[in-house]
């Protein structure tokens, strides 16, 4: 971080350097045998001394006075180029701090993948930090949605997972269920739409319960 407070200051400072107009020329090179500068329609010149040189009159004109137009305009580029460079290390932050939730994620999933409660926990945490970093501005909209989408479908292997291992559904329940978990969010719809299915299913009143159970788990989990 002080690394880019640097940079910016750095920036700044030379592009106010490079702002100090260029000083008139120096007396010396203000010879003897100058010629008089003459005044024309086209260059308009401020006469502001005369002096006598040798007997000779000499007409000294000052530098043309800057445009106000072009000293705005020169304010403007470099409020402009500060302005870039502070929204790419923003940018630059943002992505590095993408990139380290998304190692965390791959690491929680291939760490706990075995336990399935333990693994959906640990992403389930990474998930809270995540979205406090997003209030706080720390992450973009697009970077909150690659995240999401990333624990979701580690979410939706899980669960897919869960219950091959759990459970011998009929093939028809089978399908219902991993439709439902295809996205790998629960919504009040489909849940509501289980709940009221499952009492029809040819299983045990113990497979049921549990099945239904861990479904409801599933959907509180995914309210959010």
Request: hydrophobic letters at 40%.
């Amino acid at each position: 971080m002080k690394k880019q407070y640097f940079i910016i200051i750095m920036a700044i400072v030379f592009l106010s350097v490079m702002s100090i107009p260029v000083s008139a020329a120096p007396a010396w090179k203000k010879t003897s045998n100058a010629p008089a500068t003459t005044t024309t329609a086209t260059q308009p010149q401020v006469i502001e001394k005369v002096i006598i040189q040798n007997n000779t009159v000499v007409q000294q004109s000052a530098a043309p006075k800057t445009n106000w137009y072009e000293d705005w305009n020169f304010i403007a580029i470099v409020i402009a180029v500060i302005g870039a460079l502070g929204g790419w290390l923003i940018s630059r932050k943002i992505r590095g701090k993408t990139a380290k939730y998304m190692t965390e994620i791959d690491h929680a999933y291939r760490t706990y993948r075995k336990n399935a409660n333990k693994c959906e926990a640990e992403l389930a945490g990474v998930r809270e930090k995540i979205e406090d970093d997003f209030k706080k501005g720390k992450l973009n909209d697009n970077s909150l949605a690659i995240l999401d989408a990333r624990i979701d479908k580690y979410s939706k292997e899980l669960r897919n997972e869960v219950i091959d291992k759990g459970f011998k559904l009929p093939p028809d329940l089978n399908k219902k269920i991993k439709h439902m978990l295809s996205d790998g969010i629960i919504t009040k719809e489909e849940y509501g739409h289980f709940a009221k299915g499952i009492e029809n299913e040819q299983l045990s009143k113990q497979d049921k319960e549990e099945l239904n159970k861990l479904m409801k788990k599933w959907r509180d989990e995914d309210k959010r």
